[in-house]
């Protein structure tokens, strides 16, 4: 049985897909390492998203042939890098035994045990031995399902879609995960009971596009979308507590939504909602599909609702053709909403999307300096958003030692902020409620009450 290093790169729906793996590969009998240098098999999961991303990944699985001096290793590229670059990726690293693509995960233990058969009876390094799996196929969507889960764990990712059809200009998503798919809701409202029955308390929902879930495969009924649906269904569940998702598209908040923050108890007070753009004319370059004007609406609709939701987003500037004129309208729209917190990308070319063919390119120093003066206005609107937990108690969902400092716990509250505090092990895994004594902006810190 051989020992396996997993590597992701990028999303949460990576993460999520590693996952399955790991547990497929478990299932067999092989063991997960964290440690590379004492790994038979390295599997890295790519991300395209950005040429860094894939550059990262590309660096990574050079530096690590030099494991396979002293033993037979087997190599694997998993996920988008891996179904964008398909076999090319076999001339520039030819120490590659897989490429497995966005639609075959399900299918990396086979091709894990038939690489390692293959190096360890016959020391078999060539490239006409390598398995390219890239190919679509039907109802992969249904095969993301299964869960290594840690002790105490009390959260989980739930992929219930795959794919897009949105077509962004900038984004190479459509091309790596291929046209949307939506598993059907008993399975997944099942795999949620299943996590609950092992201690999960809160579940993420995944897609790319995650609230048109279903809008291909299912009808509305009585005015509520499959994605309502789902998440009515959710609401059901014994012994759950919390749902969130990620990441929703602005066009695919109707009414049937926005109300569900009101009435469904179980769904925590936040959404991540791309905006990309202040700018008409630059959402349209973007095919993005709404206006300035329909977004800043949106969320006055989402807050008549639910008053306290936290709001974050994505933002890309220097996208081809944006002018200080356009950019300084993303900084109003970002300033009027004010945000919770945001992702703000610098805009990268990605081949083969329409974007990365535009003229009017922008300077990367053009692209730096909005980068810079968007991000103090985020971080001042994240202070304002923060300060007034101090002195308050608030719910948390505890899930475990800080990553800065692991003598402290760490938890978020329904709105998505993280808190640290200073708790005991059997913290780990519950709801709890902390007074908040200060905010750094981005993370609160208190004691629990009572203790
Ligand atoms: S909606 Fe999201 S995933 Fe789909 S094309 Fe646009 S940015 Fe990419």
């Known amino acids: 049985m051989a020992r396996i290093y997993i590597k992701t790169y990028g999303c949460q729906m990576n993460e999520r897909d590693s996952e399955q793996v790991a547990q497929m590969l478990m299932e067999r009998g092989h063991s997960i390492t964290v440690r590379e240098e004492e790994a038979d098999v390295v599997l890295l999961n790519t991300c395209s998203v950005r040429d860094l991303a894939e550059q990262k990944a590309l660096g990574k699985m050079g530096m690590l042939r030099a494991l396979s001096r002293d033993r037979p290793i087997v190599y694997g590229l998993l996920g988008c890098m891996a179904q964008n670059r398909g076999s090319a990726l076999l001339n520039e690293l030819p120490h590659l035994d897989l490429v497995v693509g966005t639609q075959k995960f399900h299918r990396v233990a086979d091709h894990v045990d038939q690489a390692i058969e293959r190096k360890w009876s016959t020391r078999l390094d060539d490239v006409r031995f390598s398995i390219v799996d890239v190919d679509e196929e039907a109802n992969s969507q249904r095969t993301i399902r299964d869960h290594v889960l840690g002790e105490r764990q009390a959260t989980a990712?739930?992929?219930?879609?795959?794919?897009?059809?949105?077509h962004c200009t900038f984004c190479i998503v459509p091309f790596t995960r291929g046209h949307e798919r939506s598993r059907p809701l008993q399975e997944i409202v099942d795999e949620v009971k299943s996590l609950v029955a092992k201690g999960v308390k809160e579940v993420t929902l995944l897609g790319q596009i995650v609230n048109l879930y279903g809008r291909h495969e299912f009808v509305s009924v009585d005015g509520k979308s499959p994605f309502v649906q789902l998440l009515e269904a959710l609401q059901e569940?014994?012994?759950?507590?919390r749902i969130r998702f990620t990441s929703p598209h602005p066009i695919g908040f109707r009414n049937d939504l926005i109300e569900s923050f009101g009435r469904l108890p179980k769904l925590v007070e936040h959404i991540h909602l791309p905006l990309q753009s202040g700018s008409n004319r630059i959402l349209k370059a973007m095919h993005r599909t709404y206006t300035a004007e329909k977004f800043a609406a949106l969320v006055d609709r989402i807050r008549s609702v639910t008053p306290t939701i936290a709001i974050t987003t994505d933002i890309i500037?220097?996208?081809p053709g944006e002018t200080d004129d356009d950019y300084a309208r993303t900084h109003e729209l970002a300033d009027r909403v004010g945000f919770d917190n945001a992702f703000i990308f610098k805009y990268s070319k990605r081949k083969g999307t329409p974007a990365a063919e535009m003229e009017q390119q922008v300077p990367d120093s053009v692209?730096?300096?909005?980068?810079?003066?968007?991000?103090?206005?985020?971080?001042?609107?994240?202070?304002?958003?923060?300060e007034p937990f101090v002195g308050r108690e608030v719910e948390i969902l505890c899930e475990g030692p800080s990553k800065t400092n692991p003598s402290r716990l760490t938890g978020r509250t329904r709105g998505n902020k993280i808190v640290v505090f200073e708790g005991a092990p059997q913290h780990i895994g519950t709801l709890l409620n902390i007074r908040i004594a200060r905010s750094t902006g981005y993370t609160l810190y208190g004691h629990p009450v009572g203790g």
Not at 237 to 241: A, I, T
Not at 367 to 386: G, M
Request: net charge positive; proline share 0%; glycine share 8%.
């Open 317 to 319: 500037v220097g996208f």
């Open 367 to 386: 692209k730096e300096n909005r980068n810079q003066d968007l991000l103090e206005l985020i971080n001042s609107w994240a202070k304002r958003r923060s």
């Open 157 to 166: 990712f739930v992929s219930i879609m795959q794919g897009c059809n949105m």
């Open 237 to 241: 569940v014994s012994g759950l507590e």
